[in-house]
């Protein structure tokens, strides 16, 4: 298999971008992918978030996206003498060219999504207060007030607030929020037919096209995409 990736990231209307991400290839082509978005913009968010998605990445690529996490996570575990050391919602990916078979794991809102050609499939699920709302049958309106509440987050990541998926998707997008929620789904998909075959055009493509809301806000926007050519 041969794999091929793009990284773009957008810093947003505040006043730093507190996203980052980082692929990182071992020498045997394993690649480890991870997408890092800050939680607002304190005074360590934007300096940190870097080396969050440099350690996730790395550590993905050598032992599992599960072990990038939790090791990111220790960076940012304890919240410092003055009390504000950074947090931050990830996704992250690994891929081995001998394997058919794409590992995800994720803790908050950010998102990894696969494309097989044809369909634009969500692997992941937000870790809000506003998603389990309405998965518990809760009236929209109110859910939607929560959206913004996370339930679970990078510096508080255990091996249970971690989730996994896989997928033989040939294609997989890592996306922070900044990019999914501030594009249609229909959007965010024509995008990826329309540039599917090249993954440095797809993560640039999904990062100009985030749309401020209606109060002129836009948020950091980042996305990176994995490609696998070849047998799967």
Known sequence: MTITTGLATREGTAQDNADAAKVYVLADGTVGAAVIDGVGHGPHTSATAPLLAETAARISARRGSLGGLLSASELIADAGADGEEADAV????????????????WTGDARAYGWDGERLELYTDDHTVGRQLRANGVALDIAREHDNWLRTSLARATIGTVYTASTRDQVVILTSDGVHDQMSADALEDLVREHQGEPQDLADALVAAAQPDADGYRDDATAVVIAVQGAR
């Open 90 to 105: 990830a996704v992250a990916v690994r891929v081995r060219p001998d394997d058919d078979i794409t590992v995800i794991n």
